[in-house]
Nanobody, 123 residues
Framework: VQLQAFGGGLVVAGGSLRLSCAASGRAFSTYAAGWFRQAPGKEREFVAA????????YYADFVKGQFTISIDNDKNTMYLQMNSLRPEDTAVYYC?????????????????WGQGTLVTVSS
């Protein structure tokens, strides 16, 4: 499975971005998937995950309604809508696929990951 995140860029604090993740095959209709991020000098951290049906999600505590994860299986694409962005949201955002157990927040427990996309939030 190949994954590619895109849609990052430079945004002013308070603004919004929508990230996309494209996958090969019918990956999102087969596996659960998630978003992670890694800020400079920090470890990769969990952001959100979604089931293959799109009916179940779970989020990191810090999201607090700021981000929304979704999938469009017709387009074989996963999204992360990010609102009210803050400078501390600056990071490379990655999409990952196929967690070994539902509910995990550990990046190492996802079996597939791809290239990330950089989000920079200026103050």
């Amino acid at each position: 499975v190949q994954l590619q995140a895109f849609g990052g860029g430079l945004v002013v604090a308070g603004g919004s971005l929508r990230l996309s993740c494209a996958a090969s095959g019918r990956a999102f209709s087969t596996y659960a998937a998630g978003w992670f991020r890694q800020a400079p000098g920090k470890e990769r951290e969990f952001v959100a995950a979604i089931s293959w049906s799109g009916l179940s999600t779970y989020y990191a505590d810090f999201v607090k309604g700021q981000f929304t994860i979704s999938i469009d299986n017709d387009k074989n694409t996963m999204y992360l809508q990010m609102n009210s962005l803050r400078p501390e949201d600056t990071a490379v955002y990655y999409c990952e696929l196929d967690p070994r157990r539902w509910g995990t927040r550990a990046p190492s427990e996802f079996n597939y990951w791809g290239q990330g996309t950089l989000v920079t939030v200026s103050s």
